[in-house]
């Protein structure tokens, strides 16, 4: 299976054994995912609502302005963001960020080409675009520090990875409805931009009307999300040590990203004057719904495997909730450094699923090596969501109800879902 990225140091020995000189080449790579398809009976529904959802093959390009990737000793976490990182070393930084944050709309980057800005995580050359090697001189960890609240005395350790992006998203997509009729939504141009402020007057927002996406050409569409970035936190935290050093060792950081069943379109009545339906087809009434990209960085030394477990979880009636969790082969723990989910459709479903489940942050109870491993999946404020997945077995989680919708009927509350482990699987390429 392919799906993910590789940001490559390597460590060169320095004098003074207390910094590391090391040389970075980030490679963020999407690829295609032959995992066994779950799309179930394929006979088709009579429903009047059809949905259609995107998998690698189909996902044709997915352009991000990325600013900079990061690893970082400490950040000061903001609700859904962050400030005051510190202790960062710098994968990848872009060569322009010029454009105002708050003020970078979908009609500024639809016409956008600028060298260096958008970059497509689905091809190779697009990927090439954030190759830049660099070398740097980094603190090396300290054996003997202790752990703390907030540990600026160890340095070389780092606890957080960064992804910083302008909000804007430019995609190319085909979205096959599952009823196995062999008819799909596709992205089409923007016809039509309507653009806001926030509530609180800080940041301009926009959702975009685009063109029938039922016939015509596949074609760019450019839409916009409410916040750019994303904040990754390691539950085994990264060092580079001074035996890193000496050994001349190899470092690659393996940016997890599963472009399988990315996004989803839906029929709907009225999307035209739904605020919440970012991109809209009002021809037909179909949304398009497209998430964050999530790239969890793993890090790892030669000889090592990013690995990943991945579990399915019955989600709606015609619906499962595909979990997956990234580790390094060469802990035995099998520490979790990353978390994916996505909503996977079967042939029956008639409604679209919003995904409620939230995996911000990670904990877990007991061990992989005694066989009673736990895990919770948390939100932003660190509240339990999903409780209670044993790793590597099938079973039944409880779900806290924190946010309302076809898995939750209202917020507060739990409801209960059996879950199957698929199994075990290497992603990483060498």
Known sequence: MRHWGVACLLLVACGDGSVAKIRMTPNVVAGSSTAQSTQGDVSGTASALRIGSTSATRLQSLKYYVTSIQLCQWIEQMGTGFSAAEGCIALYESPDTSPSYDDYTVSAAEHDDAPGRFVDLMTAEGQALLRHPKTLEIPVADPDAKEGDKPHSQAGVYRFGLINFYRPIRVTAEFPIVDGSGDYFRTRAVTKIDEGRTSDGRFNTARVEIGDTLSGPT???????????????????????????????????????????FGQAFETSGCDANQGAKICDPTNGVVIDMPFVRMNPVPRKAGEKTRKETYLMDYDTASKLRIELYYNDADDEASIQGVDTAVVYTAMATQPNNKVIASDFVSQTGSVTSDDASVTLMDWKHDSNLEGLRRRHDGTVTIHCLFAGTLCPSTGGTVTRDYTFVGDSIVSTD
């Open 219 to 261: 074609e760019e569409t450019v839409y916009m999300l409410d916040n750019g970035g994303a904040l990754f936190t390691f539950q085994k935290p990264f060092a580079i040590t001074q035996e890193d050093v000496d050994a001349q060792a190899e470092i690659k950081v393996d940016l997890v990203f599963n472009p399988e069943n």
